[in-house]
Nanobody, 127 residues
Framework: VQLVESGGGLVQPGGSLRLSCTPSGFPLNLYAIAWFRQTSGKEREEVSCITRSGGTTKYADSVKGRFTISRDNAKNTVYLQMNSLKPDDTAVYFC?????????????????????WGQGTQVTVSS
């Protein structure tokens, strides 16, 4: 079981990127999916989560209004559209599945509530 992130890169402040998360070995439409990010020396923090159906999403306050999480179950992919990027958004971004397989996003934003992780994709926002 593996998740694969893609779409990271270098972008100027104010720019946009779209990250993708695809699974290897299982159908993504069975699970809620979250995006986390981590910078060196800091805890991994939850950025956003989307339920199995796609009907409910949640966002960290720091990205509300700028990031949008979505999923295309037919394509077995979850996306994170990131607009109005800031240097503080620079991090490695990971997607993950919750340990509880009920299709819902955990009420906490604790990384310990997630078990399957991708290898991460680097996002760098810099002029």
């Amino acid at each position: 079981v593996q998740l694969v992130e893609s779409g990271g890169g270098l972008v100027q402040p104010g720019g946009s990127l779209r990250l993708s998360c695809t699974p290897s070995g299982f159908p993504l439409n069975l699970y809620a999916i979250a995006w986390f990010r981590q910078t060196s020396g800091k805890e991994r923090e939850e950025v956003s989560c989307i339920t199995r159906s796609g009907g409910t999403t949640k966002y960290a306050d720091s990205v509300k209004g700028r990031f949008t999480i979505s999923r295309d179950n037919a394509k077995n992919t979850v996306y994170l559209q990131m607009n109005s990027l800031k240097p503080d958004d620079t991090a490695v971004y990971f997607c993950a599945t919750p340990k509880i397989r009920d299709g819902e996003c955990p009420k906490t934003s604790d990384k310990d509530d997630y078990d399957y992780w991708g290898q991460g994709t680097q996002v760098t926002v810099s002029s």
